[in-house]
């Protein structure tokens, strides 16, 4: 399983931007497909996660900001940051987590800066 993500790159506070990100390989029809990021000095946490059916949960810091979503037939999550903050500066990462096999996936990251 490989995945590429897309779409980051230095915007204004405020602004927004989409990040995408492409499963291709022998994908399991029951998955989790999520978004982590690590900033500098600091470890990866979660951001958004969406499971194959569509149920999402976001961490704390961005819910309200970020929405993510999913193309099943194209095997595609997004990530729609709007409202950005410096903060939000990091590296970006997609994962795919199969299931049942709980064999997880990461793909090779996208940086996101966003200027004050």
């Known amino acids: 399983v490989q995945l590429q993500a897309s779409g980051g790159g230095l915007v204004q506070a405020g602004g927004s931007l989409r990040l995408s990100c492409v499963a291709s390989?022998?994908?399991?029809?029951?998955?989790?497909m999520g978004w982590y990021r690590q900033a500098p000095g600091k470890e990866r946490e979660r951001v958004a996660a969406i499971s194959s059916p569509g149920s999402t949960n976001y961490a704390d810091s961005v819910k309200g900001r970020f929405t993510i979503s999913r193309d099943n037939a194209k095997n595609t999550v997004y990530l729609q940051m709007t409202s950005l903050k410096p903060d939000d500066t990091a590296v970006y990462y997609c994962?795919?987590?199969?299931?049942?096999?709980?064999?997880?996936?990461w793909g090779q990251g996208t940086l996101v800066t966003v200027s004050s």
């Open positions: 390989g022998r994908i399991s029809s029951m998955n989790v």
């Open positions: 994962n795919i987590l199969l299931l049942p096999s709980r064999s997880q996936y």
